[in-house]
């Protein structure tokens, strides 16, 4: 028998494509009859729109049409819905303005859709883009969420007049108060969680094409999720029915959650393309996808802990303003309320836990999930404040962790969460270890010879993957199911092709479902293939979003497969004349227990399909099962993260010296693709503490970091190799044991860096991104303090 | 005001009618249908647009068809042997996981190739900043780095 495919690092299925030029995404479809399409963008950040003329556009060489939101709005296009309705304190519904894909007489972004131009060519529409004369009247705007609630600030959505969607909260205010009023010790901090932009390489694309043949719909689209774009496009925003519409997410040069979401251009090019009877393809430039994607972030935080004398955590009170953008955009409601107030707990025993968040309108994109959504936010707050509160105590950061880690499980969070597994100090000790935290002192000592600030941070972070589960998340306000499909289409000849409703745009998919398909049945892992990302072959599916895929696509495969063992069962026990009860199955091969009879898989799956000697009278032929898999809980991936930086206090540049990350994500598929996700998150979270952050002009809104020459993206030589390793505690309630893994590396990175450089410095914050200048900055203002 | 553009692409002659502000990028891509070759910003930040003229690595967001007038363009599609094996640089990227979405991998491989040639034996740092002019979203460049370290010794081996 084969070694187990479960744990090897196996080479991806995916790659030759992708190193060959063979890849497929978006803007490599260009279809017969091809058109193209260039939106008109809003330059102001509030303005009326007070007229729109076409005529010039219209007579520009090459132009086809040229379409306004009255044109939409005089076809009965929708606005895009929001997927998750938060309900107040007040117990009032979230106030949902309209979000029309093409303005209905107010731009509320710098960015926001006006009008669309449709030409012969891609520079033929620009050109006329340029002529579209829009007579636009100025309105003072508000960018800042804290601004924006102030008494008389400019008022983004009649609806909202003072620009607050919700005002949320979760946990036992009295509870908390109570625990405040008898603490020894109470550290307190002012929190920022820098807006960011999520920049995937490959910019958002979309070509809608409409069939009079048949009366159908496909669009091709970079997109997580195309049956949930499907869903909401047709039945909220276009009125279609869902069968007449196909909706293609090819290969999509990474998502990070921006592309989760059903954008208007997305509704825009669907619809054009049946006004021309000709397909309609929209790719971003990159200016637009900064001023266009869903952004994430953007909280401003007053967060307080309470303590014993001992440094034992009594309570927590966090008030949160986060930024929601111009519109409600997909999940944007959800992501700083249900997936960030319940992740306060961290890895702590906190008994009483209370958080409010005010949902704020701005004149700014929309904001959403981006890598981590919310879990990094609150991450962010946790690590931050228990890493000042043993400062302030004068208790070593990882001996207070130690103090207040749960350490029996199942463990109910006065945060709604209940984590089924973990071991912290497992993970904190394997990477003190790595990290040499016990030679720090003499490395500080070193590099302070050499002028250099040294500082050592820690993270122990806890996330919640694979949101969980339909039914409790359907109480709470969600508008979707969270379930996966999985589909094992087992062939004649005994090959078999997956069909997920997971999507992969980078995270390997196509290699990890296969290896748990092949480790199953006994093939090798080239005998697999997986398909995603096409709601024509796919029965259905919520897509790839909160590090879900394995957990919850993963676990729908095995469900299938279960049943197609089921029934290889059967028929095995047909073929060998024996009863059902004694066939026993092994990776790939049917035993009758207790005999050295056996049939290959391959045998049976052919006997299914070509059931000469085949039980035709209780069983049909085939081979070839589906199945539905909703959690029944989320899954807990923790860890522990050290970071070490240098500092030089002539220039404020830091330098990543060390980072070090111990994750326990329960049963690892393919260790080489989960070391890579770490990477990337890793870079991303290391990204949001040192080099991003979005900035919009306060006073016009114009958003000042709209080029990767003014938004920093790391670079090669920004970040660190880095030092990996794993420990398992196995999720116990999917098939698989497996937890996620695709964002803990940015939930948990912010605070490790931002840990180890205001140890440095030896002040008690500083706000992301922590560049050389905010740097050099802090270090003068410290010496004159001084 | 269309022109005619001649040059050799992965070894093909080719030539075609085109706009006189048609860029490069643009005519491998919608001229010659060579969609490997990729756009991730359109102003010579990211690289996934990174092809090989006249044995360099160029950005073909940043130059104009004509300018490579007569030149000798290799892109991601003819990296390959014909026969389809994988170049050394190629089979780095693969065997230590160099690439996820694959949307920078392109530009990245031939970026990596152009450095290589002058780099036999380089550092990692040498590495981390001669991939100043190329963003990667997904792996956080530590298994880039990897790769285009063993695809350069796997290059110089080859030789």
């Not at chain 1, 303005?97 to 891609?122: K, M």
């Not at chain 1, 309320?337 to 704020?360: H, M, R, S």
């Not at chain 1, 500080?444 to 919640?464: F, P, Q």
Request: net charge negative; glycine share 10%; with cysteine.
């Amino acid at each position: 028998m084969a070694a187990s495919l479960i744990g090897a690092r196996v080479e991806r299925k995916e790659d030759y494509r992708f190193l060959t030029g063979g890849g497929q995404y978006t803007d490599d479809i260009t279809l017969p009859g091809q058109t193209y399409a260039v939106f008109v963008r809003s330059p102001h950040a509030r303005a009326k729109v007070k007229s729109i003329k076409k005529d010039k556009a219209l007579k520009a060489p090459g132009v086809l049409a040229v379409y306004t939101g009255e044109d939409l709005a005089a076809a009965k296009v929708g606005g895009l819905p929001c997927g998750w309705l938060i309900t107040g304190t007040d117990g009032q519904p979230m106030k949902e303005p309209p979000h029309p894909p093409l303005a209905q007489g107010e731009a509320r972004y710098v960015g926001d859709h006006v009008a669309v131009v449709i030409a012969e060519s891609q520079s033929a529409a620009r050109d006329a883009a340029e002529l579209v004369q829009v007579d636009y009247e100025p309105l003072p705007a508000v960018v800042n969420a804290s601004k924006a609630v102030q008494k008389g600030a400019p008022v983004v959505h009649e609806a909202a007049p003072d620009n607050k969607c919700y005002t949320w909260a979760l946990g036992d205010k009295a509870a908390v108060d109570a625990a405040f009023a008898k603490a020894a010790h109470v550290t307190k901090l002012d929190i920022v969680n820098n807006r960011l932009i999520p920049n995937a390489i490959e910019p958002r694309a979309a070509n809608g094409s409409y069939s009079r043949a048949d009366d159908s719909y496909t669009l091709y689209v970079a997109n997580q999720n195309p049956h949930v774009e499907r869903l909401l496009m047709t039945a909220f925003v276009l009125g279609l029915p869902e069968h007449k519409v196909r909706v293609v997410a090819p290969d999509v040069g990474g998502g990070f959650g921006s592309k989760i979401f059903l954008y208007a251009e997305d509704v825009v090019v669907t619809w054009a393309s049946r006004q021309l009877g000709r397909p309609v393809k929209w790719t971003a430039e990159r200016s637009e996808s900064f001023v266009s994607d869903a952004h994430g972030r953007d909280h401003h935080t007053a967060a307080e802990l309470a303590m014993d004398k001992d440094g034992k955590f009594l309570a927590m009170r966090v008030h949160t303003i986060a930024n929601l953008g111009a519109y409600l955009s997909t999940f944007g409601s959800s992501v700083p309320t249900y997936l960030y107030g319940t992740l306060l707990a961290g890895q702590y025993t906190t008994p009483a836990i209370y958080v409010e968040v005010d949902g704020v309108f701005t004149n700014t994109a929309p904001v959403d999930a981006l890598r981590g959504a919310g879990r990094p936010e609150a991450t962010y707050v946790v690590e931050r404040l228990v890493e000042t509160a043993a400062r302030e105590m004068k208790i070593d950061p990882a001996e207070i962790r130690r103090r207040n880690f749960i350490k029996t499980f199942p463990y109910q969070t006065p945060v709604a969460l209940t984590y089924d597994t973990g071991d912290y100090e497992a993970t904190l000790d394997a990477v003190m270890k790595m990290a040499d935290v016990a030679g720090f002192p003499k490395r500080k000592e070193e590099a302070a010879k050499r002028g250099k600030l040294r500082g050592l941070g820690y993270t122990t972070y806890i996330e919640a993957c694979g949101l969980a589960p339909s039914n409790v998340a359907g109480a709470l306000g969600a508008r979707a199911g969270l379930y996966e499909a999985g589909e094992v289409r087992v062939h004649p000849t005994g090959s078999v092709t997956v069909f997920t409703g997971s999507h992969s745009h980078g995270q390997g998919h196509e290699t990890t479902f296969a290896q748990v398909v092949a480790d199953k049945l006994g093939l090798p892992v080239e005998n697999v293939d997986v398909v995603h990302g096409d709601t024509s072959k796919i029965l259905f599916g919520m897509g790839t979003y909160g590090s879900r895929s394995a957990a919850v696509g993963g676990s729908a495969i095995v469900k299938a497969l279960d049943k197609v063992i089921a029934k290889g069962k059967k028929i095995a026990a047909h073929l060998m004349e024996a009863s059902e009860g004694d066939i026993e199955y092994d990776k790939g091969v049917f035993k009758v227990a207790g005999t050295d009879k056996q049939k290959m898989f391959g045998e049976v799956a052919f006997a299914a399909y070509v059931p000469h000697n085949y039980p035709l009278d209780k069983l049909e032929p085939g081979l070839n099962e589906n199945a539905f898999y909703d959690p029944a809980n989320f899954t807990y991936p923790a860890g522990s993260y050290v970071c070490e930086v240098e500092i030089d206090p002539d220039t404020g540049v830091t330098k990543i010296a060390n980072f070090c990350a111990v994750d326990d994500f329960g049963k690892i598929i393919n260790p080489m693709i989960v070391e890579g996700q770490v990477h990337g998150g890793l870079t991303h979270g290391i990204g949001q503490a040192l080099t991003e952050g979005c900035r919009y002009d306060p006073e016009t809104g114009q958003l000042l970091t709209g080029s990767f020459g003014d938004y920093c993206i790391p670079r090669a030589d920004d970040v660190p190799s880095f030092q990996l390793d794993t420990r398992e505690t196995p999720c116990t309630h999917n098939p698989l044991g497996v937890k996620g893994c695709g964002e803990a590396g940015a939930i948990g990175a912010p605070a490790a860096v931002m840990n180890a450089i205001t140890d440095a410095l030896g002040v008690k914050d500083l706000p992301m991104p922590a560049t050389a200048e905010t740097v050099w900055k802090a270090i003068r203002a410290n010496r004159k303090a001084a | 005001m269309a022109v005619k553009v001649s040059m050799k692409v992965n070894g093909k002659p080719v030539s075609a009618e085109v706009e006189a502000r048609t860029l490069l990028v643009t005519f491998i891509r919608e001229q010659l249908h060579l969609t490997g070759t990729h756009v991730g910003c359109d102003t010579a930040q990211c690289g996934a647009c990174t092809v090989e003229m006249n044995g360099k690595a160029v950005k073909s967001c940043s130059m104009l068809a004509m300018q490579a007038e007569g030149a000798d363009i290799l892109t991601i599609e003819g990296v390959a042997k014909a026969d389809g094996t994988l170049h050394p640089m190629q089979a780095a990227f693969k065997e230590h996981h160099g690439l996820q979405c694959g949307f920078c991998t392109p530009g990245m491989v031939i970026s990596a190739i152009d450095f290589a040639k002058g780099h036999p034996g380089a550092s990692e740092k040498e590495v981390r900043e001669a991939l100043e002019g190329n963003l990667c979203r997904c792996t956080g460049y530590h298994n880039i780095v990897k790769a285009i370290m063993a695809g350069s010794k796997a290059m110089a081996a080859a030789k």
